[in-house]
């Protein structure tokens, strides 16, 4: 899954309550928005994906610094809370010894295998997740997945719109990246 923009500021516990506040009324918004909006901004998708524009991967260069100017991860992590990293190998060697466990130890306590035959989180929210502050608890040692994610400027981005389809549910950014392809590819001349 996750973000660049969750980094460590320390914050106080004030500061920490007052994020939490406006967390649960951001997160309960963006669902209904979601569910207004959805079907329309998943069109967008399949239309892209079925006639790509011509520099699809530059235009979504472009747009996301502007996303990220609009949405933090601290006041949201919901990928943390309802969605699950899949941890490669190179992940669970890395992050085992950090609680001076064996990989095995640290999949038997923590990890399942999905139906791809993936290793992810046995629970939700992401044991690694500070409920209080949002942050990441492991946030150096991370798994890849987490790092990268949402992906709004994966390469050839057209083979990814199927994960924007899914993520659009969860995560505010790409709901963000995707209204702002609405406005420049479709409704630009309204
Ligand atoms: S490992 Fe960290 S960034 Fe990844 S899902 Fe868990 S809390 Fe989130
Ligand atoms: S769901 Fe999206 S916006 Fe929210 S924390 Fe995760 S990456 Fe950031």
């Known amino acids: 899954m996750i973000y660049s923009t969750k980094l460590a500021p320390q914050i106080s516990d004030y500061s920490s309550y007052l994020l939490n506040i406006m967390e649960q009324i951001n997160l309960k918004s963006f669902k209904k928005k979601v569910e207004i ?3 329309r901004l998943k069109l967008v998708l399949t239309k892209i994906e079925k ?3 011509r520099h699809l991967d530059q235009l979504a260069e ?3 610094p502007e996303v990220w100017k609009e949405v933090s991860c601290l006041s949201c992590a919901n990928c943390c809370k309802v969605m699950t990293p899949t941890f490669t190998n190179e992940d669970i060697k890395r992050i085992a010894p950090h609680f001076g466990q064996t990989p095995k130890e640290f999949r038997d306590q923590w990890l399942v295998k999905d139906n791809n035959d993936d290793w992810t989180n046995k629970i ?8 209080k502050t949002n942050m990441c ?10 790092s990268g994610f949402p992906h709004l400027t994966k390469k050839k981005m057209v083979d990814y719109i199927h994960v924007h389809k899914q993520n659009i549910e969860y ?6 990246m995707v209204e702002k392809f609405d406005q420049l590819l479709f409704k630009k001349d309204n």
């Open 171 to 176: 995560c505010p950014a790409t709901y963000a």
């Open 137 to 146: 608890k492991i946030y150096e040692i991370r798994p890849a997945d987490c």
């Open 124 to 131: 939700n929210p992401c044991q690694f997740l500070d409920l």
């Open 51 to 53: 006639k790509p524009p």
């Open 37 to 39: 909006n959805k079907r």
């Open 62 to 64: 472009k747009i996301e």
